[in-house]
């Protein structure tokens, strides 16, 4: 079968996937609205028939839907818990499926290019499935292909997910989303471009060479297109099974240790960040070190706005407004007062809070489940109260990360000196040089710049 009959085919799926996800949006629209004019709604099980819906699509809305959970009241918190819990593990494409699809990125003759080729899929995600094959000079690799027709997938997501927005915005306007999905979108149509996360790979393995405990799969070239990734194989088990084998503390700290200096290495040093720090994007190694396994979702910042994310948290240290106030400028917050930036505060202050302390400590001391819960709704209606606030893109992924990462060193269990470990990271910092080494490395990489 010819590609186009392939996408062809593909289009009736795409048809009966756009009802589902429009009658999923439009269920949210009307019990939102059911419960701004006091009817009684039971949004818990409505989010929870949401998530069956989303869970069940290949295409990328329970990505975005993931990252849109961890802003504050971007969308209710029924929503944002279901959401949450979305993995992405659709049902993969079937073996003839697959050899069709990766004869039109490699060539007919392209199982001659392995010596071996699982037929079984060890991984279905959002955007497409990973199989495990060895080269013929003996290399295991995984092979990440993408399902057909994705791009058109895409962009039926991200209009229901804007209409979704839309409505919430409507009846609360605390959060201004425009940025917010203008990030997102971004962001999704550029993991479509796998000679794109090809750069991120070697992006990634030169800012954290030197970093023994951190592993980043290298790319392999040749076998690789637009629409297949075929990368270096790394072993490691799952955050899961990591904890089920009741690890030793030394063992959880080792590993939470490697987690924050993969993320805020880069980010510090070089201006990038991994986006989405999902329990499914890495694995731990036999020595207590990472294998890192997607890289999809990068943003590269300005060395400005590093700046104010250094600046803010130092402002957070020294209880200094007027060095916070422009700090949330440079971020690219407009129209602030000083009564709705004491707001914003209230929410830099529970992310940085374990970054304050000088000592050996949990990622969260307070052992009360609905702790950040209470923050969020405190912020919320603060924000309700001084007019809302437009987030701007860049705060997006900065937010997703820390919210992110805290979890994942919530669970592990981990007691660092937070503190110690953020101020050696950013030790020397310096805006003019980060912009250097930005360019060096982006250059050297061969990173595309922004989509147009």
Not at 70 to 83: G, N, Q, R, S, V
Request: proline fraction near 5%.
């Amino acid at each position: 079968m010819a590609e186009r009959d392939l996408d062809r085919g593909s289009m009736f799926g795409e048809i009966k996937r756009l009802a589902r996800t429009s009658g999923a949006v439009g269920g949210i629209a009307a019990r939102l609205a059911g419960n701004r004019i006091g009817i009684r709604t039971d949004k818990t099980a409505h989010a929870e028939d949401l998530r069956a819906i989303l869970g069940g699509l290949k295409g990328p809305l329970m990505k975005v839907a993931q990252i849109l959970s961890t802003i504050p009241d971007a969308i209710p918190a029924e929503y944002a818990e279901e959401l949450a819990h979305l993995q992405a593990n659709a049902p993969a494409m079937g073996w003839s499926f697959v050899r069709r699809r990766m004869a039109n990125e490699l060539g007919p003759d392209w199982e001659r290019k392995f010596a071996d080729f699982e037929r079984v899929a060890i991984a279905a995600a959002s955007l497409g499935q990973v199989h495990r094959a060895t080269l013929p000079d003996g290399r295991k690799v995984a092979a990440k292909l993408q399902y057909p027709d994705m791009s058109a997938t895409v962009e039926a997501d991200l209009r229901q997910l804007k209409v979704a927005i839309a409505v919430y915005h409507r009846l609360d306007n605390a959060i201004k989303q425009d940025d917010v999905f203008k990030e997102l979108a971004e962001r999704v149509r550029e993991e479509l471009d796998y000679t794109r996360e090809a750069a991120h790979l070697r992006l990634y393995r030169l800012m954290l060479a030197g970093h023994d405990d951190i592993a980043v799969p290298a790319p392999i070239e040749d076998l690789s297109t637009r629409r297949l990734l075929t990368m270096e194989w790394l072993d490691g088990i799952s955050i899961k099974d990591y904890l089920a084998g009741n690890p030793s503390q030394e063992s959880r700290n080792a590993v939470a240790k490697a987690l924050f200096v993969a993320w805020y290495l880069p980010l510090y040093r070089y201006g990038v960040i991994h986006g989405d720090p999902h329990l499914g994007n890495f694995q731990v190694r036999a020595d207590q070190g990472l294998s890192l396994l997607d890289f999809g979702a990068i943003r590269v910042f300005p060395a400005k706005f590093i700046q104010g994310v250094v600046d803010l948290q130092q402002a957070i240290e020294r209880n200094d407004d007027d060095q916070a106030f422009h700090a949330y400028q440079a971020w690219g917050f407009t129209g602030l007062t000083r009564e709705k930036m004491e707001v914003l505060n209230e929410w830099a202050r529970f992310l940085h809070e374990p970054l304050l302390q000088d000592r050996v400590r949990p990622i969260q001391e307070n052992d009360d489940p609905t702790f950040g819960r209470s923050v969020v709704e405190r912020v919320h209606a603060g924000l309700q109260r001084t007019g809302g606030v437009r987030p701007p893109q860049e705060f997006v992924l900065i937010d997703r990360s820390a919210i992110g990462l805290g979890s994942v060193f919530l669970r592990l269990g981990a007691r660092l000196n937070w503190h110690r470990l953020y101020h050696e990271t950013i030790e020397g910092f310096d805006a003019a040089h980060l912009a250097e080494r930005q360019a060096a490395v982006l250059a050297e990489a061969r990173v595309p710049g922004p989509l147009p």
